[in-house]
């Protein structure tokens, strides 16, 4: 595996990918698929490398490649989240229904 190259796995390594999809449906040779990452619980491309012409599409169009998630947080909440998994948030709910006789 060349990881050096400009392609989506250069984003997956460095722990910068969003879980978007987007590299997904804009690879021009439709190689990129989204898969569970079980030990980080979020959604990562998995790409057929043997298959890539390091072309940079999916490298240049991620929002993971060149936004400072810490910086942005910063401007926008005023800190940089305790998570970066879960981010800035004001509240929490959890609810359910009482109503168990379903129409």
Not at 17 to 46: D, F, H, R, W
Not at 59 to 86: E, M, R, T, W
Request: glycine share 10%.
């Amino acid at each position: 595996m060349n990881i050096d190259n400009d392609n989506i796995l250069k984003i997956v390594r460095y722990d910068l990918c969003t879980g978007c999809g987007t590299c997904v449906s804009l690879c021009p040779k439709g190689i990129i698929e989204m898969a569970i990452n079980k030990n980080k619980g979020i959604y990562e491309p998995q790409l057929k490398e043997d298959k890539c012409n390091y072309c940079g599409v999916c490298y240049n169009i991620c929002p993971g490649h060149d936004v400072d998630f810490g910086v942005l947080n910063s401007q926008i909440f005023g800190k940089k989240p305790a998570d970066a998994l879960i981010g800035n948030y004001t509240n929490c709910y959890i609810g359910h229904a009482n109503d168990f006789h379903v129409n």
